[in-house]
T-cell receptor, first 113, second 113 residues
Framework: AQSVSQHNHHVILSEAASLELGCNYS??????LFWYVQYPGQHLQLLLK??????LVKGIKGFEAEFIKSKFSFNLRKPSVQWSDTAEYFC???????????FGRGTSLIVHP | KAGVTQTPRYLIKTRGQQVTLSCSPI?????VSWYQQTPGQGLQFLFE???????NKGNFPGRFSGRQFSNSRSEMNVSTLELGDSALYLC????????????FGEGSWLTVV
């Protein structure tokens, strides 16, 4: 069974700091990769996704993620975070024609103004 | 285009009771999946329905059940509630093919006392 690991459970940054959240998965075949964000009191929203093509994916609000197949990773990055980026971030992976993504446990990001 | 709609948004139940949660998917989406979200466990997959048939099932006890209607609306039921069932229950919908993205509703907050 595939699994998804998000190694950073809690991250605290100051505004303007750079962000990188790690995501590793265990599935060895073709994968679809996602990052979702859950702002306080709001529902999970899609931040970005990778299905094929350019492994560097750009999403909403200045976020990007890079798929590195050899490392089974899909890390999320943002060069300069804002207070409004305070949220829970979830990495998800769908593999091998599966209809259902497997989610990581999430990373709580707090950005201090 | 309306998003995924879940009702009720908040509810409090007593141990031993049962509860039914409802989900209306995005128009045109035929797949509905359900997740349980808790602070320590992240998102745990419950089950997925496609065209009124359960297509995938997670590792939850038989007290958790669901169904899907011909209009793609879905319900999930939890019988004999336990304190540990307190959680945010999320519904997500998609077109239902492997190469697609799921979209989440705002969730139903269940508290069992």
């Amino acid at each position: 069974a595939q699994s998804v690991s998000q190694h950073n459970h809690h991250v605290i940054l100051s505004e303007a700091a750079s962000l990188e959240l790690g995501c590793n998965y265990s599935y060895g075949g073709t994968v679809n990769l996602f990052w979702y964000v859950q702002y306080p009191g709001q529902h999970l929203q899609l931040l970005l996704k990778y299905f094929s093509g350019d492994p560097l994916v750009k999403g909403i609000k200045g976020f990007e993620a890079e798929f590195i197949k050899s490392k089974f990773s899909f890390n999320l990055r943002k060069p300069s975070v804002q207070w409004s980026d305070t949220a829970e971030y979830f990495c998800a992976v769908k593999g091998g024609g599966s209809y259902i993504p497997t989610f990581g446990r999430g990373t709580s990001l707090i950005v201090h103004p | 285009k309306a998003g995924v709609t879940q009702t009720p948004r908040y509810l409090i139940k007593t141990r031993g009771q049962q509860v039914t949660l409802s989900c209306s998917p995005i128009s045109g989406h035929r797949s509905v999946s359900w997740y349980q979200q808790t602070p320590g466990q992240g998102l745990q997959f419950l089950f997925e329905y496609f065209s009124e048939t359960q297509r995938n099932k997670g590792n939850f006890p038989g007290r958790f059940s669901g169904r899907q209607f011909s209009n793609s609306r879905s319900e999930m039921n939890v019988s004999t509630l336990e304190l540990g069932d307190s959680a945010l229950y999320l519904c997500a919908s998609s077109l239902g093919t492997a190469e697609n993205t799921i979209y989440f509703g705002e969730g139903s907050w269940l508290t069992v006392v």
